[in-house]
């Protein structure tokens, strides 16, 4: 199975982000899935800088020449993700929800804790682990990574949560802390 398409909202009456991923399988007969998690609005205030500095730390692996840039370096790279996104139209296609199985079950998993792995010259690994035990892996190229940020950002404002979400600036310094006094 691989990913085909993510989706953001924010369900008031929970007063969480559900999360759905949506699976194709290896050919087009095949049955399409679904995985739903729930975000918490601690989860995801824990969760962003990590998202960030996992992001930053990607990037220096992948091109060390951008050790002392990397964050104006997402940054770009966010704007033109963004750009090209929507230029394909891809954030004005509605999430493809029919005929799609939940294998999550009747109630989106309640996600307690995100590990990121890193790995040179390898998609950014995202681990939700769930309340309920087990893990829900999403490998992520710098496309979706980028859409996958921009969701959150647009779907936390609605929300109301407060937390403010934002990519790195280019025009900010970088400085890395073994380099602070």
């Known amino acids: 199975m691989h990913l085909e398409q993510i989706n953001l909202s924010y369900v008031a009456k929970e007063d969480r982000i559900l999360f759905r991923i949506g699976l194709a399988g290896e050919t087009p007969e095949a049955e399409k899935s679904e995985v739903r998690l729930f975000f918490t609005r601690r989860l995801l205030q824990r969760m962003w800088p990590t998202l960030m500095e996992a992001m930053a730390t990607h990037l220096r692996l992948n091109r060390p020449e951008a050790a002392f840039a990397s964050e104006e370096i997402v940054s770009m790279d966010h704007d033109q993700a963004i750009?090209?996104?929507?230029?394909?139209?891809?954030?004005?296609?509605?999430?493809?929800?029919?005929?799609?199985?939940?294998?999550?079950?009747?109630?989106?998993?309640?996600?307690?804790?995100?590990?990121?792995?890193?790995?040179?010259?390898a998609l950014l690994w995202i681990q939700f682990h769930?309340?309920?035990?087990?893990?829900?892996?999403?490998?992520?190229?710098?496309?979706?990574?980028?859409?996958?940020?921009?969701?959150?950002?647009?779907?936390?404002?609605?929300?109301?949560?407060?937390?403010?979400?934002?990519?790195?600036k280019s025009s900010e310094t970088y400085v890395p802390s073994h380099m602070l006094n």
């Open 83 to 121: 750009n090209n996104i929507s230029q394909s139209g891809n954030f004005d296609q509605a999430y493809q929800a029919d005929n799609r199985k939940v294998i999550t079950g009747d109630a989106p998993l309640l996600i307690e804790t995100i590990q990121f792995h890193l790995q040179q010259n």
């Open 130 to 168: 769930p309340t309920a035990g087990g893990t829900i892996d999403v490998k992520l190229n710098s496309e979706l990574l980028h859409g996958f940020c921009k969701l959150l950002i647009d779907t936390e404002k609605i929300s109301e949560w407060g937390l403010e979400l934002k990519m790195p």
